[in-house]
């Protein structure tokens, strides 16, 4: 046996520590999971979303296109409708996307009796090329992004994620 005894005074203070240190690890285990957890989810950003439009039906002249897909946000899901607007570059499929890079309004081909060769925002009287290039001079900041596309094994178009304009 030890002839160190301990104390009631340090007992106390052992003991309290000991809560003390046990509290705040499970305040602190929770804070820590919410921080760390969204780095460890699997990412659903990378897929593609079947549409109704044959590859074969695709011309040079941008068509809209709207497909739909399951948005998940927490505990809610919901269906939500998109828009891109789809052509052909030669034997590229491109996809643009309608969102007005000033604003955040939706462009539309040949809206403006002006220019029909054009997408035109009508917000603010935004211009870009065909190729989603935005007009100098006019409100947009840069160029429309566009849709990852491909052919389904049955012909029909596929969009993937947004990225940045490669061809602007």
């Not at 948005?71 to 998109?82: C, G, K, L, N, P």
Request: aromatic residues 10%; negative net charge.
């Amino acid at each position: 046996m030890s002839n160190n005894k301990v104390t009631r005074r340090q007992f106390l203070s052992y003991t309290l520590t000991g809560v003390g240190g046990f509290m705040a690890a499970g305040m602190l285990m929770p804070m820590v999971r919410f921080a760390i957890d969204p780095v460890l989810q699997k990412k659903d950003g990378g897929d593609f979303i079947l549409t109704d439009l044959a590859v074969a039906d695709i011309t040079e002249e941008p068509t809209r296109v709207d497909f739909n897909f399951e948005q998940v946000d927490a505990w809610y899901s919901s269906e939500v409708t998109s828009t891109a607007w789809v052509y052909r570059n030669g034997d590229a499929i491109v996809a643009l996307s309608p969102v007005c890079k000033h604003l955040g309004c939706t462009v539309g081909w040949a809206t403006d009796s002006a220019h029909p060769d054009k997408f035109f925002c009508a917000c603010h009287a935004g211009l870009y090329e065909k190729n989603g290039k935005n007009v100098p001079g006019t409100p947009p900041r840069g160029p429309l992004d566009m849709f990852e596309a491909r052919e389904s094994a049955d012909g029909l178009l596929e969009l993937g994620p947004v990225v940045p304009n490669t061809l602007a």
